[in-house]
């Protein structure tokens, strides 16, 4: 006899649109609409403030090692607006991890990221242990150390966190790549 609510956002505009909807269900509607005012404004001036530069580094963004795995539309969305361009748009997409299994790790190297971030779903990111893949010396990211890690809690589950914290990090790895680029 009790309602059940099951949300499953996939994309920037689904975590919105679920902390609309949690806001309302809980009573708590108007200050769900203010925190989201706030967030959207935040997301378009992180959004222009990216459309200064023209050069936007390709990222890879690994959620897991074995087998590979790229992110998810969120994720990919957030790399966008941070700046960045989504190595595998293709895959981001797909909902199920199983479908953003990269059958070949060195299509990442044939693509040449110029940053690689990995979260890997709770585990610790291991930049050396990406380094020394078969292969990989010749990326990019690889050559010029821009292996970054950004924990799951703060990228990886569909929620406040990832609008917030994630994005910041998100930012702060593309920024750093700029200031590279630029020497």
């Keep these: 006899g009790v309602d059940v609510r099951v949300f499953n956002q996939r994309s920037v505009n689904d975590i919105l649109n ?14 769900a609409q203010s925190w989201l005012a706030t967030i959207e404004a935040k997301l378009e001036a992180v959004k222009l403030a990216a459309a200064v530069n023209s050069c936007r580094p390709l990222v ?36 199920l991890a199983k479908n953003r299994i990269l059958a070949d790790s060195m299509e990442v190297v044939r693509r040449n990221p ?9 585990r610790k990111f291991r930049p050396e242990q990406v380094q020394g893949r078969n292969g990989w010396c010749t990326v990019n990211a690889v050559k010029h150390n821009h292996l970054y890690e950004i924990k799951s809690p703060y990228i990886l589950q569909p929620g ?5 914290a994630g994005l910041e ?4 790895i593309i920024a750093n790549w700029h200031i590279h680029f630029q020497r």
Excluded at 160 to 164: D, E, G, R, W
């Design 169 to 172: 990090q998100l930012q702060q």
């Design 60 to 95: 890879y963004f690994e959620e897991w090692y074995d087998p590979l795995i790229s992110g998810i539309q969120w994720v990919s969305e957030l790399i966008e607006i941070a700046g960045g361009r989504e190595c595998f748009p293709e895959n981001a997409c797909q909902p």
């Design 160 to 164: 406040p966190a990832a609008l917030t």
């Design 114 to 122: 110029d940053i690689i971030i990995g979260s890997w779903c709770g």
């Design 18 to 31: 679920m902390i609309q909807q949690l806001g309302a269900m809980v009573g708590a509607g108007d200050r």
